[in-house]
């Protein structure tokens, strides 16, 4: 079973999807270039307090803060799931 989540609640050693990023279109471009689009794969290696998140897209690390993590959907797979009392699910259209 796939689940929609935010990055923000996904525990480390989770893998997941970006499904869709909600931010400003030179925030949205700029994750883009950092690798971190619709379709890519992250790795959440560590959460830190309030939501962030530091994750690895392929080699590369970057830190980000809870409050752009709640704009990012991801879908991960139940072996990668996060803690069912900890998940928001999004309906999927």
Known sequence: MVRHVELQLCPA???????WVNL??????RLRELGIAEGA??????CGMFGSRVIAV?????????KTC???QVSTD??????????REFATA
Do not use: L
């Not at 050693?13 to 499904?19: C, I, P, Q």
């Open 58 to 66: 392929g080699s590369d690390r970057f830190a980000i803060d809870g």
């Open 41 to 46: 794969t992250v790795h959440v290696i560590h």
């Open 78 to 87: 139940d072996s990668h799931a996060t803690s069912p009392a900890n998940v």
């Open 70 to 72: 709640a704009c990012i």
């Open 13 to 19: 050693g989770t893998e997941a999807t970006v499904e």
């Open 24 to 29: 400003e279109p030179d925030e949205r471009q």
